[in-house]
């Protein structure tokens, strides 16, 4: 086991005119699940094969325990990878997929059985080690996938959206085993997905990027109470963060004419006369009274809740100021939700409003 450090890392593909990873600097800690999620294209993959030493690193420096390996082959950094499309050898079998790795080292025969035989009876692999790959279900090509990396006991696993070839059932599944797995054996994991849900109930901590920058980087919880930017404030989050451009008022901020208490030493970070606030779904109340009004277009009924979808339908003053009327959702408790077409008025308590600044799209709260 080790720590892992990414010093100012950088990576510029030939040819292109921006870095898609830039000057990143991210510490996990030994023994830490570490994931990096984010959009397609956003660098968490670069990221993670800069680790692996599959990407050049132009400038900075990754460095694993107390060795600088930037300049290292992936064979001489003790890593072990678990790639998106298992990578199994058709023609072997489970047990000499699993010991494959071994075998390239010199390990001796007895100790490379053990070993997988280890691994096999953690992951319930043992009825499974005579078996080709063609003979498993994609679950179980992947926990084959996941002993073949356990076996060589490395300092680091490496996991690059090892479950996006999984359907959604085997998927929760699987990620629970991975966690569960992974706080077991106690080994260093850097965890690559673009999946929020599977970041936020996977890492110990969970570091975000957009276009090859890191944008926050802390527990699951903290980026969702209290996300640094609009990116992770839309991003972490499902349904994602309602996000609404409110002009400042005396009080607060104004939402479809309706004042929505903010302090006034908050208010007066902004760089404009608006904000963006954020408000959860899970924030809204239904009100019999005033609110912010919304206009209902689609309502999904789950049993213990339903999601309302709909738009503000603002007044003049405050439609110029944000633009056309946003889209919106509101997870509400009740058993008989407003129907179609009805405008109704959400309550939102003060104490979960977050509040950004329009311009710079920093926290300001």
Same mark, same amino acid.
């Given at each position: ?24 600097n ?21 990221s ?5 030493g599959?990407e ?13 390996v930037t ?6 950094r ?20 699993m ?21 096999a ?5 043992t ?31 490496l ?14 599944q699987?990620r ?8 077991? +054996? ?23 990027m ?17 996300p ?38 908050? +208010? ?8 963006t ?8 109340? +239904? ?5 912010i009004?919304?206009q ?44 179609r ?9 003060p ?8 311009e710079?799209?920093?926290r300001?709260?």
């Open positions: 086991m080790a720590t892992v450090s990414f010093r100012e890392a950088v990576r510029t593909y030939p040819g292109s005119d921006h870095p898609a990873v830039n000057h990143l991210l510490e996990i800690g030994d023994g830490e699940f570490m994931v990096l999620v984010g959009p397609s294209g956003c660098g968490k993959s670069t993670l094969r800069m680790l692996a599959l050049e690193v132009n400038s900075g420096a990754v460095w694993i325990g107390d060795r600088d300049d290292l082959p992936p064979k001489d003790d890593i072990a990878m678990v790639f998106q499309n298992y990578a199994l050898y058709p023609h072997m079998t489970v047990a000499d997929n010991g494959f790795a071994l075998k390239m080292q010199g390990v001796a025969k007895d100790e490379r059985d053990k070993r997988v035989q280890d691994a009876n953690l992951l319930g692999l009825d499974l080690l005579a078996r080709k790959p063609k003979n498993l279900s994609g679950g179980q090509r992947q926990r084959v996938a996941m002993g073949r990396a356990i076996v060589r006991n490395p300092q680091v696993f996991m690059d959206e090892p479950l996006s070839n999984l359907d959604a059932k085997l998927r929760v699987t629970t085993q991975i966690a569960a797995l992974q706080t077991r +054996l106690g080994v260093t994991t850097v965890y690559v997905t673009h999946d929020q849900v599977e970041a936020m109930t996977m890492g110990d901590r969970v570091a975000v957009k276009e090859g920058v890191l944008q926050q980087v802390d527990s699951p919880l903290v980026l969702y109470d209290r640094a930017n609009l990116f992770v404030a839309g991003f972490i989050g499902s349904p994602a963060m309602n996000l609404i451009k409110a002009g400042i008022v005396d009080g607060g901020v104004s939402v479809t004419g309706h004042v929505v208490p903010i302090p006034r030493e908050v +208010l007066d970070k902004a760089t404009g006369n608006t904000v606030i954020g408000i959860r779904p899970e924030s809204f109340e +239904l009100s019999e009274g005033q609110g009004d919304m209902i277009s689609v309502v999904e009924e789950t049993g213990a809740d339903s999601y309302l979808y709909g738009t503000l339908t603002e007044d003049a003053e405050d439609a110029a100021l944000a633009g056309a009327a946003p889209e919106i959702v509101a997870r509400v408790t009740t058993r008989r939700p407003p129907a077409g009805e405008v109704v008025q959400l309550h939102v308590d104490e979960t409003v977050h509040v950004f600044d329009s710079t799209g920093n300001i709260s």
